[in-house]
């Protein structure tokens, strides 16, 4: 019983949709589109699109300084009423505001209180640059009054090459090829790190807690033999340890990053590496590098 009314409303309103489309009666939206607005010396230029059907239609211009919506555009102010076909307007309103524009639609005498951004109003302000500026544009762009010359940008000219044009070229001195060479291969410089595992110099030392002792064990044992699968796993169960202080958590992730390195799981280790940077910002830092390059096609 309950699909009685919706079948009810498709009866009715099937009929009426097939008269509808074979008298050639089609939705048209009511209002303008395309609307735009520019600055123009002390004016605002406002043009738009009339819509399809403008029979018995006229068109309200309105202004208020907020943005122009249902709810307050009772309290705009009415600036002029256009016919169609106009399609342009120009308003000269104060210029030390900034204001909201809005083309309203009123067919057969009833206001169409439909507002939609950037279709039949503004979504921005309009925005009047100040009277100094105005005056500088305007004796700037006057030819006939004496200019000023203006500053350049540079300090000094670029300098002009006279007779055979470009210079030759000249090798560059072994200290230049050197620091050039730094820059642009890391692994001549020194944040480049060897594919070699590395110890923290904190865990140089045989001293230390229980937690120490057991890495001092893995780094010696399963890390120093490169059986990362199992150095990896007795890294990831000692972090698992309850109130480990935090140097030690970034020692850990750090050897797990080069596990994970020496397995290619280099996203995995970029990670790892990425953490432990907080505490061991230099170390780290180097086999990131290393991994970016290895991560980056040669081109």
């Keep these: 019983m309950r699909f009685k009314p919706f079948c009810l409303v498709l009866f009715i309103l099937i009929p009426h949709t097939l008269s509808s489309q074979a008298a050639g009666i089609s939705l048209q939206f009511p209002f303008v589109s395309h609307f735009?607005?520019?600055?123009?010396?002390?004016?605002v230029v406002l043009t738009w699109r009339d819509p399809a059907d403008t029979n018995d239609m006229v068109f309200e211009i309105?202004?208020?300084?907020?943005?122009?919506?249902?709810?307050?555009?009772?309290?705009t102010d009415l600036v002029a009423h256009i016919a169609p076909g106009i399609r342009v307007f120009t308003d000269y309103p104060d210029v030390d505001n900034s204001w909201w524009y809005?083309?309203?639609?009123?067919?057969?005498?009833?206001?169409?209180?439909?507002?939609?951004?950037?279709?039949?109003?503004?979504?921005?302000?309009?925005?009047?640059?100040?009277?100094?500026?105005?005056?500088?544009?305007?004796?700037?762009?006057?030819p006939e009054e004496p200019q000023s010359p203006q500053p350049s940008i540079r300090p000094a000219p670029i300098p002009f090459l006279e007779g055979r044009g470009f210079p030759e070229k000249t090798s560059l001195s072994d200290d230049a090829a050197m620091a050039l060479g730094r820059i642009l291969s890391p692994e001549i410089g020194e944040l480049w790190v060897s594919a070699e595992k590395e110890i923290l110099k904190a865990d140089y030392s045989d001293t230390g807690d229980k937690s120490q002792l057991v890495l001092k064990g893995i780094l010696d044992g399963s890390f120093d033999r490169s059986d990362w699968p199992a150095a990896e796993a007795e890294l990831l169960e000692l972090s698992t340890t309850e109130n480990l202080p935090k140097d030690m958590k970034a020692r850990i992730l750090f050897y797990k990053g080069e596990c994970r390195y020496f397995q290619h799981n280099l996203e995995g280790a970029f990670l790892s590496f990425l953490v432990s940077s907080n505490y061991y910002y230099k170390e780290s830092r180097r086999w990131m590098i290393r991994i970016y390059r290895d991560l980056t096609p040669v081109s």
């Design 36 to 43: 735009n607005a520019e600055v123009n010396g002390g004016s």
């Design 62 to 75: 309105r202004r208020y300084s907020q943005p122009i919506t249902a709810e307050n555009l009772s309290r």
């Design 102 to 142: 809005a083309v309203i639609s009123i067919k057969n005498k009833r206001t169409i209180n439909l507002i939609v951004p950037w279709r039949n109003t503004l979504g921005i302000p309009v925005t009047f640059k100040s009277k100094d500026e105005i005056q500088i544009n305007t004796a700037i762009s006057n």
